[in-house]
């Protein structure tokens, strides 16, 4: 079996959301036979777990920045998917993909996991925003602030991709929501839940009514985690090495869904290879669609009326004492504005299939807890 072995995968966060749906995805490959996959996990037991699925586990976290360090320079690619905000961490897998050029002259690749949280603003709830970020105009991502949350650890991953000894992608989910399921939360290994709808609705049922900062005028950008995951894939199937790539593309277009068995035959994607860049071009969106935080949480009011959970639909602001309370005061995810286009995965063959209108309904889903 290792002598079929082409790439060296090491993946972060595999027990989370994002993390693990991708590694759900990379299993289900059609080159998983050619992968070896890595991850690192903080309990023994279920460092365990992984290796009875025949993935390499290592006991660790983004502290122990020597081990980050070490498996990063066995890798050919890392997907970071833990924690968007640890430089300390993040410069510690880039040294071992360092590491990786110098001993093996070839260019290691880094997918990490960021957000569109790097374009919020302070509007409170009160307003929306006409300013929409895309991924293909790089002047305008290279004007947001370096002060901006995620912006810090971004910029040094792009540092380290025009010094030459690796070429970085960064994906900026940006309101995620739905359900994780497959082998990884079937056995308890992985965490199902997103944050920032589930906080929403365990808010509202908490005070028995749905709520919203300020106006709720606010407006966020959202993608569906299995879309999400495609999307993670797509690049790896990029990155691959060129055979790799090759093959897996037509076995997509012969019908492979990585969540599910073979389909009929698709249309072939046209990938237009142009719009598929690294470094500081190498930003990629993560959404299908918009919403405003009023509309989601007149959705969660309507939701609890019709399951018995609340009497009055109509949500209406959180205190000052409940954002303490529910949120513990950190509400700059769900009372700015984001709004972002994901055009350069979507040029690229990236096609979402999940809209707003599944945002909403996925409420429904996250109520019951």
């Not at 000052?320 to 979507?346: H, I, P, W």
Request: neutral net charge.
């Amino acid at each position: 079996m290792h002598s079929t072995i082409k790439t060296h995968i090491l993946l972060t966060g595999a027990t989370g959301y994002i993390g693990g749906s991708v590694l759900t995805k990379l299993l289900s490959h059609p080159l998983s036979e050619t992968f070896r996959i890595t991850v690192v996990v903080r309990a023994a037991e279920k460092a365990t777990q992984f290796r009875k699925m025949g993935i390499q586990a290592v006991v660790g976290s983004y502290a122990d920045l020597y081990v980050l360090t070490e498996l990063a320079s066995k890798a050919d690619l890392v997907v970071a998917c833990a924690d968007a905000d640890n430089l300390e961490a993040t410069k510690a897998i880039l040294s071992g993909s360092k590491q990786r050029f110098e001993q093996t002259g070839k260019i290691p690749s880094l997918i990490h996991t960021s957000g569109t949280g790097v374009l919020i603003d302070d509007a409170k709830g009160m307003h929306a925003s006409d300013t929409i970020y895309n991924d293909l105009d790089i002047p305008q991502l290279k004007s947001i602030p370096a002060t901006q949350p995620h912006r810090n650890v971004d910029l040094a991953i792009v540092e380290a991709d025009k010094e030459g000894y690796v070429k970085t992608y960064i994906i900026l989910p940006s309101t995620i929501y739905g359900r994780a399921a497959g082998p990884l939360v079937d056995a308890g290994l992985q965490n199902p839940r997103s944050q920032q709808i589930p906080q929403l609705v365990d808010a509202a049922l908490a005070r028995g009514r749905a709520g919203f900062f300020g106006k709720g005028a606010n407006i966020w950008p959202n993608v569906h985690i299995l879309d999400l995951a495609s999307l993670y894939i797509l690049l790896i199937d990029l990155i691959l090495p060129h055979e790799h790539g090759e093959r897996s593309q037509q076995q997509s277009r012969q019908g492979h869904r990585e969540d599910g068995p073979p389909s009929r035959p698709r249309t072939p994607v046209i990938l237009d290879h142009a719009y598929f860049t690294h470094g500081e071009s190498g930003f990629y969106f993560a959404e299908n669609g918009e919403h405003t935080l009023l509309s989601v949480a007149q959705a969660i009011g309507q939701t609890m009326v019709d399951a018995g959970k609340a009497t009055d639909p109509e949500p209406s602001p959180f205190t000052e004492a409940e954002s303490e309370q529910y949120f513990g005061g950190v509400t700059k995810y769900l009372d700015s504005n984001s709004r972002c286009k994901a055009d350069r995965g979507k040029k690229l063959g990236w096609r979402p299939k999940k809209t707003t209108k599944d945002l909403l309904s996925s409420v429904k889903q996250e109520l019951k807890g």
